[in-house]
RNA sequence: GCGCCUGUAGCUUAAUGGAUAAAGUAACGGUCUUCGGAACCGUAGAUGGGGGUUCGAUUCCCUCCAGGCGCACCA
């Protein structure tokens, strides 16, 4: 699936107008049509925009001496077009590229924009009118609450503003299992020492059920007595035999109850929540549905989806007690979210272990329903790994997300014990996620304690702390309108290295979104914040219309970009 | 064994096939009679190996090496 992304709202962004520019000298030079790009070069002293054409062009001709020759042709004819009111000057650099540097004036334009378009800035109405349904935390009842769920969960929210940033209607969805092995191993653990939990909190309470998963699960392995008393109890959850239904209902809802402690500090609320139970009833029905029209195959006892026919893995969707596994749930839950909200996107955040049975299941759903595969994409992330190794919840080798949102908030309280309770945890959070966001989805996190509640360098309370310092200066003066009156400002360098950066927002906020990429807001900010920094360091703001103005805009840049990665911005820390 | 993913500075990460590979951190050395030092500036340090395609490769292809993940009734 492919993000269909309605471009008109960028026409007139200096990188198409350059573009169409471009093409129009082509067209008049008598030259052919070709491939190039305009891009932001790395290096700034090479102008603001910068373009190939030259050198793409020169490999297709023979009558020009060298590409810098034909960056010269098409650089006089460009300069001729007046009505282009960005364009400062166009130079002909290296072995022949062309670049663009870009107006002061419309630099100066673009902060005006931030500061009347204030919490808006940066939005845009690509995906007007879309739905969209990003399913991600996915934590199992009756299990920890581990820092790879928070890793998912900042993830998908972080996605989830994007899409809304771009112009979708989202939906977050939280799928979680409440039936199956991992329930009963941890009930046959906690059947054992009941009594203990009397009085005891709710994280307790939790943390005690994922130790009683922990001993269900190794006994399952090294005690045959105790493996057969499991697969009775998980026949018992299944069928909701009352005998258990207590004990299960009360687990259950301990959990679901604890993760809402959860999803309220990080600042993450769903709209829906579906259960394997549910997914499970509809998978059923479907693989049997279609396995009568040979969607699906019989094979010793189980309904298998040969994905080996098609360079996949063979799965089986229902086992041969009859019981639907975790294929025929995910088939079910496609459905049961379609049925709930007619999205036009489905994104499914999950750890990249999954990646491969992710596929059979889509490959499955394509013959099922094609239009619904049409619109579903799985997102799979990095997972993230101890220095030791793979966590595992069997061998309690776990590190749960509140203990490290807690040793953060400890750690900040003891830094700076002057910090409110609030801030402290606000800039928790910030650390974590931030950490957690700043690198690409691909590769697996190591988690480092010590990185994760960085406050210092490429660190979220970096960015937060830059916010509450434009907050702090701007609070000195009285002024609340910062609009600019200016129209020409003869910027210093430091001046100028913000006017030229902060006017990418926009893009990056478009070019995150689309390529699923919440790293590239981190980036983003942090350079932002870099530059505002070095410039505060040399200059004084207070009393100078303009750098108010500027400080202004960068402090909203910073609260709607911190936004996007599910992130506060705080007035004071 | 087969398949997928990942190898960039000691560590954690940037870089739509473009120009001198960019930061943070750790190390060392600096900045402050100033609006918030959780700051700023400087020194030193890298594309796993080998081929190929290209005017140009961290990026694409092949191969080797290293690591991770997956491969039938768990989730």
């Known amino acids: 699936m492919q993000f269909k992304i309605d471009r008109k709202i960028f026409a007139t962004w200096p990188d198409q107008q350059i573009r169409q520019l471009i093409n129009q000298a082509l067209k008049e030079l008598k030259l052919p049509a070709v491939d190039f790009i305009v891009e932001h070069p790395v290096d700034e002293n090479h102008g603001d925009y910068s373009s190939n054409i030259a050198l793409q062009l020169f490999s297709k001709l023979s009558k020009f001496k060298n590409p810098r020759e034909l960056a010269k042709k098409i650089t006089d004819y460009c300069l001729q077009i007046t009505d282009y009111d960005f364009v400062d000057k166009i130079e002909i650099a290296g072995p022949g590229f062309l670049n663009f540097h870009l107006k002061r004036e419309w630099l100066l334009k673009q902060l005006n924009q931030a500061l009347k378009q204030a ?33 998912s969960n900042a993830v998908g929210e972080s996605l989830a503003r994007l899409f809304e940033a771009i112009g979708a209607q989202v939906k977050r969805a939280n799928y979680q299992g409440d039936v199956g092995m991992h329930v009963a191993k941890s009930i046959w653990g906690m059947k054992k020492k009941l009594k203990i939990l009397a009085g005891k909190s709710l994280t307790e309470r939790v943390k005690f059920m994922g130790q009683a998963y922990a001993a269900g699960a190794t006994a399952y392995q090294e005690d045959q007595s105790a493996k057969k008393e499991i697969e009775a109890l998980n026949k018992q959850i299944y069928e909701q035999d009352p005998a258990i239904q207590e004990l299960y209902q009360t687990g259950r809802q301990w959990s679901l109850d604890y993760f809402e402690t959860i999803y309220k500090r990080l600042g993450t609320k769903f709209d829906e929540y579906f259960f394997e139970s549910e997914a499970g009833e509809y998978g059923l029905k479907i693989v049997q549905e279609y396995l009568k029209k040979g969607v699906f195959a019989k094979s010793k006892g189980a309904v298998i989806f040969e994905g080996e026919k098609r360079g996949l893995h063979t799965r089986v969707f229902i086992n041969s007690l009859g019981l639907p596994t975790y294929e025929a749930k995910d088939l079910g839950l496609a459905v049961a979210k379609y049925q709930r909200f007619k999205y036009d996107y489905s994104f499914n955040v999950t750890g990249n272990e999954i990646n491969a049975y992710f596929q059979v299941v889509l490959a499955a759903l394509k013959q099922i329903n094609p239009e619904l595969w049409q619109k579903t994409r799985h997102v799979g992330h990095g997972m993230v790994r101890l220095p030791e190794g793979k966590m595992s ?24 014990p002057d910090v409110s309770e609030k801030t402290a945890e606000m800039v928790a959070i910030g650390a974590i996620k931030y950490a957690l966001l700043k690198a690409g989805l691909g590769r697996d996190v190591i988690f480092s304690f010590k990185e994760s509640i960085s406050l210092q360098g490429n660190s979220g309370p970096y960015l937060q702390y830059t916010y509450a310092r434009c907050r702090s200066v701007l609070q000195k003066t009285k002024i609340t309108d910062y609009r600019l009156p200016i129209t020409d400002y003869s910027a210093n360098s430091e001046e100028l290295a913000i006017l030229r950066w902060f006017y990418r927002y926009p893009e990056t906020v478009l070019a995150a979104a689309q390529e699923l990429a919440p790293n590239q807001i981190a980036n983003y900010l942090y350079e932002l914040a870099q530059r505002f920094n070095t410039f505060y360091n040399n200059h004084r703001i207070v009393g100078s219309d303009f750098r108010l103005t500027l400080t202004a805009a960068i402090a909203q840049i910073l609260e709607n970009g911190l936004y996007l990665l599910g992130i506060k911005a705080p007035e004071k820390m």
């Open 119 to 151: 919490d808006q800035y940066g939005r845009n109405q690509s995906l007007k009118a879309k739905k969209v349904m990003v399913e991600f935390t996915d934590p199992n009842p009756f299990k920890e609450f581990h820092i790879g769920h928070l890793y």
């Open 393 to 416: 919840s069997r061998t309690g080798k776990v590190l749960t997300g509140e203990w490290l949102i807690d040793e953060a908030k400890a750690k900040i309280k003891k830094t700076y």
